[in-house]
């Protein structure tokens, strides 16, 4: 049974929405294991022979123990820790997780954390036609012409790639790509977001509110401009995450294709289960 102190701590927080300037309601629970989460993908806490105590986490958040202890529930359920009796909690290395990157993306405050972790740098392609495939996937015309970039997405710590992003943005937006493009006479004409994803800089650019995001993940094997990018042998496994973005409209105004390496990364998503 819960202390009287830990039973009188409200659940449910107003936590930011880093997406907008809302605020979304969100258990307090979550909210750390959100932010532990992010700390251990980041390698803050990754490699550590210890991890702070439930006593520590909870002076640090200003949070009861039941609520340290469900956070670290969470967290330990994805793999990302280990907790044994007498030892402490301790992450678990990679290798112990199969050897994989574990990326939580079942919401877009974790797609704007997993860039915030990590670099990519794009090329601006011009004006192409969307893949066959990707277009009668998403019911879009194949003669419609987008603005492609393409840019492969690595890790801080180490920069090794991690995903090969291919992003379309519609002709409609001509304004707001212009607007993010370095100058005709720069010596680099990449697009460097820094911590900011494109459909982050591309909707501000054109003053546009983010409503809907709709993703579609797939095992596909690596073609050669997929190996080559990633560094790994051709047709090996891959992930492939679709994701289309909609304004308030309903409007698709960008989506992308990420491949990422099979062996390396892991899609990692977190149900709550309710009553």
Known sequence: MNS??????????????RSSDKTVDKPRYQQLADELRARILS????????????????????????????????????????RR????????????RGGALHQPLSNVGEILQYARDTRIAY????????????????????????????????????GQPIALT????????????????????AADQTINPGSDTLFQIISNAAGLSMSRVTQDIQA????????????IPRRSACLRILRCYHDQDGRMFEMSVSH??????AYSMHIDVEG
């Not at 009287?4 to 929405?17: R, S």
Request: with cysteine; proline share 8%.
């Open 43 to 82: 390698g803050e806490l990754a490699g550590t022979t210890s991890f702070p105590t439930e006593s520590v986490l909870c002076a640090e958040y200003g949070v009861s123990r039941f609520t340290v202890r469900e956070a670290l529930r969470r967290l330990q359920n994805e793999g990302l820790i280990a």
């Open 220 to 231: 596909v094997p690596a073609s050669a401009e997929v190996a080559a990018a990633l560094d």
């Open 166 to 185: 291919e992003a379309y943005v519609i002709a409609d937006l001509a304004d707001a790509v212009a607007e993010i493009l370095p100058p005709a006479d």
């Open 85 to 96: 009796r007498g030892s402490g909690t301790v992450v678990q290395p990679a290798a112990a």
């Open 260 to 265: 990422h390496p099979g062996d390396s990364f």
């Open 123 to 158: 090329d601006h392609l011009g004006m192409q036609s969307l893949p066959k495939a990707i277009a009668v996937q998403i019911a879009m015309p194949v003669s419609d012409k987008w603005f492609r970039f393409r840019g492969v997405r690595r890790q801080v710590t180490d």
């Open 4 to 17: 009287p102190a830990e039973a009188a701590e409200p659940l449910i927080d107003k936590a930011p929405d």
